[in-house]
């Protein structure tokens, strides 16, 4: 069963505007963190936001924001201000209690629009 | 620190043949792993490790094998490689003792196996 899933493939979005990425995810740990990374066109993977399952509140940083709603296993990606050098796809992640390893689901590709 | 570094870049290989890829990094994470991104498909754990000595696998192992001797040496070999291992492969690190803590990625090696 997939642990990660991302349902949308692409998004587009206007320069300036905000933005939301959809992640839903699958565990019966009550311990578990949730990543988001950015892959641009040039290939590396970069860590954008954490969000830990015990966290009160959503995690924030700079002009990404993760919108946490654990009682229905989703954490979207919030983008707000969009610019054209957010065009990427994007990926969120999940690791389970003492386990070291990562989930990652299939991705979604944004494009900003000038 | 360099990070997580990845050599070669680019390789191509025909049917059969072996090889070796290299990665390192040295910010002494305890905790390796190898991932291939396919079109779709997002990333996918081949082989991971924990620690120098400590190897086991992940999702898509056949065909690969790893080793981890010292801390910031993790290669991965592929046996005899077939035109299925055409990916772009991914080593990550990241610190174990930090609980829930970020990968670090390395910058890719594009295979293509002919």
């Known amino acids: 069963a997939q642990k990660i899933t991302q349902t949308q493939p692409g998004m587009f979005v206007q320069e300036k505007e905000a933005v939301t990425l959809d992640c839903t995810y699958d565990?019966?740990?009550?311990?578990?963190?949730l990543f988001w990374y950015k892959q641009p066109s040039s290939g590396e993977m970069i860590f954008l936001i954490y969000?830990?399952?015990?966290?009160?509140q959503n995690a924030t940083e700079g002009r990404y924001s993760l919108n946490f709603q654990k009682a229905r296993k989703s954490a979207n990606l919030v983008i707000s201000a969009s610019q054209l050098g957010d065009s990427a796809m994007y990926f969120c992640?999940?690791?389970?209690?003492?386990?070291?390893?990562?989930?990652f689901g299939p991705g979604t590709r944004l494009s900003v629009l000038p | 620190n360099a990070g997580v570094t990845q050599t070669p870049k680019f390789q191509v290989l025909k049917t059969g043949q072996s090889m070796t890829l290299q990665c390192a990094q040295d910010m002494n994470h305890e905790y390796m792993s190898w991932y291939r991104q396919d079109p779709g498909m997002g990333l996918r754990l081949i082989h991971y490790?924990?620690?120098?000595?400590?190897?086991d696998q992940g999702e898509v192992p056949n065909g690969y094998n790893v080793s981890r001797s010292t801390t910031e040496d993790f290669p991965l070999r592929l046996l005899s490689a077939a035109p299925s291992q055409t990916s772009v492969y991914f080593c990550a690190s990241s610190d174990r003792a930090r609980g829930m803590a970020e990968q670090f990625f390395g910058p890719g090696t594009r295979l293509t196996v002919l």
């Open positions: 992640a999940m690791r389970e209690g003492n386990g070291q390893n990562f989930v």
């Open positions: 565990t019966s740990d009550p311990s578990y963190g």
């Open positions: 969000q830990g399952s015990y966290d009160q």
């Open positions: 490790s924990v620690g120098a000595g400590i190897t």
